[in-house]
T-cell receptor, first 113, second 114 residues
Framework: AQSVTQPDIHITVSEGASLELRCNYSYGATPYLFWYVQSPGQGLQLLLKYFSGDTLVQGIKGFEAEFKRSQSSFNLRKPSVHWSDAAEYFCAARATSYDKVIFGPGTSLSVIP | ETGVTQTPRHLVMGMTNKKSLKCEQHLGHNAMYWYKQSAKKPLELMFVYNFKEQTENNSVPSRFSPECPNSSHLFLHLHTLQPEDSALYLC?????????????FGSGTRLTVV
């Protein structure tokens, strides 16, 4: 069955440190891939997306993600974390344009000063 | 006002009450969605509307009744809910049903059923 996993339930990083959030997918072919962020009390905001082409994707708020077909992964990175990045991060995927989007369980990010 | 607006932000209702959640988007999108976000569970797609026609119902109990009068407005009518229905209900929209450019979400309605 198609699935999206985020192995880390919660991550804590120091402000200014680098960040990597992991996402793995289980699909037969390369799916459409997305990362969303949800700040407390808010809805989800799209950070970036990948369909094809360059495997390193740039997004908003200084985030980037790298698609690795061999590892079925789409990890989110940021070189220097700010306290305002503390939030819940969701990876999502869909097999084709008309398939249901499947969200991962989310990774909660805490940032310490 | 731009984006996706949901009202009310918070709602407490008894199991015998009838209430409605409202979603409005000013983005010119043609597809709208209801999602349920419960603690410790992934987001659950409930309903999909495309050009105000329902295209997907993911086995949602009949105590949840959606309504989409036009492409800009989406409602979720609630009646005789159960405590396990307490959750954050998120509305989203996308330019079209493919959602290849992702969703735009509202801030959600936090529902508590007592």
């Amino acid at each position: 069955a198609q699935s999206v996993t985020q192995p880390d339930i919660h991550i804590t990083v120091s402000e200014g440190a680098s960040l990597e959030l992991r996402c793995n997918y289980s699909y037969g072919a390369t799916p459409y891939l997305f990362w969303y962020v949800q700040s407390p009390g808010q809805g989800l905001q799209l950070l970036l997306k990948y369909f094809s082409g360059d495997t390193l994707v740039q997004g908003i708020k200084g985030f980037e993600a790298e698609f690795k077909r061999s590892q079925s992964s789409f990890n989110l990175r940021k070189p220097s974390v700010h306290w305002s990045d503390a939030a819940e991060y969701f990876c999502a995927a869909r097999a084709t344009s008309y398939d249901k989007v499947i969200f991962g369980p989310g990774t909660s990010l805490s940032v310490i000063p | 006002e731009t984006g996706v607006t949901q009202t009310p932000r918070h709602l407490v209702m008894g199991m015998t009450n009838k209430k409605s959640l409202k979603c409005e988007q000013h983005l010119g999108h043609n597809a709208m969605y209801w999602y349920k976000q419960s603690a410790k569970k992934p987001l659950e797609l409930m309903f999909v509307y495309n050009f105000k026609e329902q295209t997907e119902n993911n086995s949602v109990p009949s105590r949840f009744s959606p309504e989409c009068p036009n492409s800009s407005h989406l409602f979720l009518h609630l009646h005789t809910l159960q405590p396990e229905d307490s959750a954050l209900y998120l509305c989203a929209s996308s330019p079209d049903r493919t959602a290849n450019y992702g969703y735009t979400f509202g801030s959600g309605t936090r529902l508590t059923v007592v």
